[in-house]
């Protein structure tokens, strides 16, 4: 059974500082990685995928995340953050043999001025 | 461009009562599915459709039903609302592999069962 895990469930950063959201996962079989981001009383929206390729993916926003197989994990990272990176972030994992999503249970990040 | 869209987007029941919540999707998706999103617990997968007239069971099916008799909609149902189906419930929608493709997902419906 595939499952995915972050540890985190708040994180409190200060504006400009970097800020890193861990996920890990575990699966018998290959997966797709996202992160999804949630703002508040929003829907999900997909913020970056790692599909095959470079396990180094970015997204528009500043926000990069790297495969790593031999430790399963898909951190996630941000050098410098903003005050609109409020939101809470979930990691999920795609399952080829059963197509299943399988989300994480969150990380709220909480920017302070 | 609407996307995938959910309504009512806020509701409160009584105990017992019933309601339908409505996902339409216009990407011509074979794939969607209904998530609940309960704080600590992410989102858990209900119920999904692998294409118009099918239905299947996810994480946590008990309690609701859904239909699909058309490719761009995708009901869900509960029967007889309990306090512990007090959730906000997103729909979404994918192609018919997700592979290379991404997952799209309403903006919510808050339920709340008093």
């Known amino acids: 059974a595939q499952s995915v895990t972050q540890l985190d469930s708040q994180v409190p950063v200060f504006e400009e500082a970097p800020v890193e959201l861990r996920c890990n996962y575990s699966?018998?079989?290959?997966?797709?990685l996202f992160w999804y981001v949630q703002y508040p009383n929003q829907g999900l929206q997909l913020l970056l995928k790692?599909?095959?390729?470079?396990?180094l993916v970015k997204s528009i926003n500043g926000f990069e995340a790297e495969f790593n197989k031999s430790q399963t994990s898909f951190h996630l990272r941000k050098p410098s953050v903003h005050i609109s990176d409020t939101a809470e972030y979930f990691c999920?994992?795609?399952?080829?043999?059963?197509?299943?999503?399988?989300f994480g249970t969150g990380t709220r990040l909480t920017i302070i001025p | 461009n609407a996307g995938v869209t959910q309504t009512p987007k806020f509701r409160v029941l009584k105990t017992g009562q019933s309601m339908t919540l409505l996902c339409a999707q216009d990407?011509?998706?074979?794939?969607m599915y209904w998530y609940r999103q309960d704080p600590g617990m992410g989102l858990r997968l209900i119920h999904y459709?692998?294409?118009?007239?099918?239905?299947a069971k996810g994480e946590v099916p008990d309690g609701y039903n859904v239909s699909r008799l058309k490719k761009q909609n995708f009901l869900l149902g509960l029967e007889s609302a309990a306090p512990s189906q007090t959730s906000v419930y997103f729909c979404?929608?994918?192609?018919?592999?997700?592979?290379?493709?991404?997952?799209?997902f309403g903006e919510g419906s808050w339920l709340t069962v008093v």
């Open positions: 790692y599909l095959s390729g470079s396990t």
């Open positions: 990407m011509n998706h074979e794939y």
């Open positions: 999920a994992t795609f399952n080829f043999g059963n197509e299943k999503l399988t």
């Open positions: 979404a929608s994918s192609y018919v592999r997700i592979s290379g493709n991404t997952i799209y």
């Open positions: 459709s692998v294409g118009e007239g099918t239905t």
């Open positions: 699966s018998s079989v290959s997966v797709y």
